[in-house]
């Protein structure tokens, strides 16, 4: 996205437009989402942050996979919390709703959790905001917590960066395909120029960090066990956890 600010311009437009073709914007989401919630199988409290959960489709799979489990999901866009709140109703009161925006630092103290999770949000932070929120999400875990994120990040060259430019433009044509039969999502993605890697110059909401700083600033926090586990079209997945007592 090319808004000026992501806590000012996440319109209810834009929500509309990532529910309705979020999961052909984002490659291979499925994956993504099921690889998430592996990553979270043993978590030594069965109490889970969903951070930036917009449409709760992350609380969603980790409380169907896990039937005495609860998340909290946080979400700065009320709209986004409505979403969520409905997509996971048939959980009862298996989860608890905190609207507040990635920045605040509030909800970051006061609760321990087993693991934290969270996708496409942590790149609208600046590298200090990223170093910031690991050591503070360290902080959150209990003993043996795992920290599990998807996110974009920055390639170091100008091929690999056309690489994932290429990859994503042609992971959500074929979504497109797939899931509404023709170019409509393809055509939005292009219109709406959601592809970070094609913009011409640097984007006031879209920050991506490469991989070895947030494997660097991962451990700079006090994680062990930091890796790179999956990575696709610009899109990877990192998780760290918290060295148990």
Same mark, same amino acid.
């Given at each position: 996205?090319? !808004? ?5 311009? $996440? @319109? ?19 994956? @993504? ?30 409380? &169907?996979?896990? #039937? ?32 507040? !925006?990635?920045?605040?630092?509030? $909800? ?17 932070? !600046? ?41 994503? !433009? ?8 797939? @899931? ?17 890697? &094609? ?36 899109? #990877?997945?990192?998780?760290?956890? &918290?060295? #148990?007592?």
């Amino acid at each position: 996205m090319t !808004d000026a600010s992501p806590l000012d311009t $996440w @319109q209810l437009s834009d929500t509309e437009v990532f529910s309705k073709y979020g999961d052909a914007f984002v490659p291979r989401r499925a994956e @993504q989402t099921a690889a998430v919630c592996d990553l979270l199988a043993d978590v030594p409290v069965p109490h889970v942050l969903d951070l930036c959960c917009g449409e709760g489709r992350l609380s969603e799979e980790y409380l &169907r996979r896990h #039937a005495a489990a609860r998340v909290t999901v946080l979400d700065r866009s009320a709209e986004m919390l409505a979403m969520t709140s409905e997509r996971l109703a048939p959980f009862g009161d298996r989860f608890d709703l905190v609207r507040a !925006d990635i920045e605040d630092r509030a $909800w970051r103290t006061g609760v321990t959790y087993g693991g934290v999770m969270t996708s496409l949000a942590v790149h609208h932070l !600046d590298g200090e905001g990223k170093r910031l929120l690991y050591r503070d999400v360290h902080a959150m875990l209990a003993p043996g917590g795992v920290f599990v994120m998807a996110d974009l990040v920055e390639p170091t060259g100008v091929r690999a960066r056309a690489l994932a430019a290429d990859h994503w !433009d042609a992971s959500v044509r074929r979504a497109s395909e797939e @899931q509404f039969g023709g170019d409509e999502a393809a055509v939005t993605f292009e219109k709406t120029e959601w592809n970070y890697y &094609r913009l011409p110059g640097p984007d006031p909401v879209d920050k991506p960090s490469s991989v070895t700083e947030h494997l660097d600033w991962l451990r700079e926090a006090g994680f062990v066990e930091v890796d790179l586990v999956w990575m696709y079209a610009g899109h #990877a997945l990192f998780t760290a956890k &918290r060295k #148990a007592n």
